[in-house]
């Protein structure tokens, strides 16, 4: 039997959770169909002008045929480079810190060798670390070996860590993985490669491709650890939106932060779909 | 003609705390071109490593393998002639049934037109004709036991290791799957080695049966042979339900002992072998004994209901371990605190070799 009081203010307690979580969303969603360029935060009314300024500007940058002209314009070319900084980083970042997190997964599973405990903690440790000691640790190491900051140093310093979490995502689904699987396959006939290739990457796949949704999310997001090791000319999104921010705010931040939410959205969406599928 | 000969094989493992267990203990073992042997034992006794060793997964530290002449050894488990049907089937989910069943094909690079028609004559063998569209997680525990079959077969193995395949399956099922298997052994005509800690599993399905203990084989038999006539004590009780004499022969009579045991209870047993005052553990079965008007006298302690069957725990008046007996139920069944007198025929009784 339900207690009806009870009942009810879980509810209300639950509704308030989620207010408290998404009204910050909902707020930057409202306002960049917001028309006042002056004050954002007074609603004038509905446009989308932040947005037509976004995607124009963006097809213009690519034919290449106008120049921006006015600072306002300018800055907001800024702004769509660094999303597109932050983009190249978080695809190549991705590629990357999958490929050796699920190496190191099948390997730390697989075979056997000694410090195999030892080597498997160090691997957490990147993840635990605070992003401010992991930068300030990347930037003096780039510097002392004279290496120029620029992207590559921003992709090193991204898959340093994310491979981490690659690591542990798919570790967790070969973990669960039965072990009779891959002697199976040896059993009928295939060969080490042709094992992986037929049998342990696919059942690794939900894993392996959570791992590399959540790299890329976290890399597109990263603002410490980039805000160290990128160069003056190659910001990243999040450290351009949060020097943006000490200078005043430009609504067209709205409409991007609403897109990434959307895409945001989209890739979990994508992902839940995928994991859905494959698993059983 | 032989098909696999196992020799001398030995194997220990490291145990955490340094010491050194032989999972196999210096194994000889040969099993026809056509016949259905088990292995036998309890936990740990080595009969998976065994198994294991013939597929190629556990390296012997010596001793040697053999398959039709050709040593073993030298071969990693992907290039060896056998197939394993694994005890949690080990199918692959990504795959539908008909991709599971032509993997040994497939990887062998044997084109599609093939490949289908060997799929379709696999699973029409085990009985899910049909049934190659449907992924694993679709069908029930005896489909997906049929699956791992087909699999194992596809690829003509020239001897097919079956690791506790029937542990999984609810009895019926189980007990119409150990016919299956058997009829099936019999027409593709190559050798099973079945690995099983269930006795009745055993005596149903193998020509013959290896029992196994810490490392070491204990018995090799048919059936009948594990069952009526048991060498050692461990398989008398391993295999069915026992009851065990120990008594001192105290005459002999042309075929018949007499025996007495420690309690004074008397006790006819052949006489094959024995000589007077030596000591002997005697081997009855509960279904060997029926009730009568003389024989051991007793107290019934307990009976416990199976069905067409009483299982009766009788106490001997003269003391020692209850005997277990099997008797029909009916009107005039005993109940519990009935006196009753047991008989049995001599010759029934077995007289283990080693105690």
Request: hydrophobic content about 50%; glycine content about 8%; some cysteine.
């Amino acid at each position: 039997m339900r207690n009806p009081i009870g009942w009810a203010s879980l509810t209300l307690f639950s509704l308030g959770f989620f207010a408290f979580i998404y009204a910050p969303l909902f707020v930057i969603i409202g306002y960049s169909f917001n028309s006042n360029p002056v004050n954002m935060m007074v609603w004038d009314h509905f446009t989308l002008d932040w947005y037509r300024g976004l995607f124009g500007l963006a097809r213009e940058q690519l034919s290449g045929s106008v120049m921006p002209a006015s600072g306002y314009v300018e800055s907001t070319g800024h702004m769509l480079a660094a999303l597109r900084n932050s983009l190249m980083v978080a695809s190549i970042t991705t590629v990357i810190s999958t490929v050796i997190g699920t190496a190191t997964a099948i390997a730390l599973s697989r075979f056997r060798f000694r410090l195999k405990g030892f080597y498997s903690g160090f691997l957490m440790l990147p993840m635990m670390m605070p992003d401010i000691v992991l930068g300030i640790g990347l930037l003096i190491f780039f510097v002392t070996i004279g290496m120029q900051l620029s992207m590559l140093t921003i992709i090193i310093g991204h898959c340093t860590f994310l491979s981490s979490y690659v690591f542990i995502i798919v570790q967790a689904r070969m973990a669960g993985l039965d072990p009779a699987l891959e002697e199976a396959s040896a059993d009928l006939g295939a060969s080490e490669w042709l094992t992986l290739r037929k049998v342990l990457l696919p059942q690794l796949a939900p894993g392996i491709l959570g791992g590399a949704l959540l790299a890329f999310v976290i890399s597109m997001d990263d603002l410490v650890i980039t805000y160290f090791v990128a160069g003056t000319d190659n910001t990243t999104l999040p450290v351009y939106i949060f020097g943006m921010i000490r200078r005043g705010v430009k609504p067209e931040i709205n409409a991007i932060a609403t897109l990434i939410i959307l895409a945001s959205v989209v890739i979990a969406a994508a992902g839940l779909w995928l994991r859905a599928r494959k698993t059983d | 003609m032989a098909s696999l000969e196992i020799r001398a094989a030995r194997r220990h493992f490291v145990t955490p705390e340094g010491g050194r267990v032989a999972a196999l203990d210096g194994i000889d073992l040969t099993v026809g071109a056509n016949e259905f042997v088990t292995l036998l034992g309890p936990s740990g006794c080595g009969k998976t490593t065994l198994l294991r060793a013939i597929s190629g997964f556990e390296a012997l530290d010596s001793g040697s393998i053999r398959l039709d002449g050709t040593d073993l050894a030298a071969l990693p488990p992907f290039k060896r002639p056998v197939n394993t049907v694994f005890q949690s089937y080990a199918l692959f989910s990504h795959m539908s049934v008909a991709r599971n069943v032509g993997y040994a094909l497939e990887v062998r690079g044997v084109d599609r037109k093939a490949r289908e028609a060997a799929v379709e004559s696999a699973l029409a063998k085990v009985g899910l004709t049909g049934m190659g569209g449907r992924r694993p997680n679709q069908l029930s525990g005896g489909q997906r036991q049929r699956v791992a079959l087909a699999r194992s077969i596809v690829a003509e193995p020239r001897l097919l290791l079956l690791d506790e395949p029937l542990s999984a399956l609810d009895r019926n099922l189980r007990q119409q799957m150990q016919i299956e298997l058997k009829t099936l052994q019999s027409r593709l005509g190559i050798a099973f080695v079945f690995v099983t800690h269930d006795q009745e599993e055993a005596l149903t399905m193998s020509d013959r049966i290896v029992v196994m203990r810490a490392g070491r084989i204990e018995q090799i038999g048919t059936p009948r042979e594990i069952y009526r006539h048991p060498r050692t004590r461990f398989v008398a009780e391993f295999i069915g339900e026992t009851n065990l004499f120990h008594a001192t022969v105290d005459r002999i009579e042309g075929a018949q002992a007499l025996a007495r045991t420690a309690q004074g209870v008397e006790m006819l047993l052949p006489a094959t072998g024995l000589r007077r005052g030596q000591a002997v553990t005697a081997v009855l079965r509960p279904a060997d004994f029926s009730l009568a008007d003389q024989g051991i006298a007793g107290r019934v302690t307990r009976a416990v209901y199976l069905g067409s069957d009483l299982q009766l725990y009788v106490q001997p008046d003269a003391g020692g371990e209850e005997i277990r007996v099997t008797a029909r139920d009916g009107a005039n069944a005993p109940a519990t605190g009935a006196a009753v007198h047991l008989s049995y025929a001599p010759e029934a009784a077995h007289v283990l070799e080693a105690a």
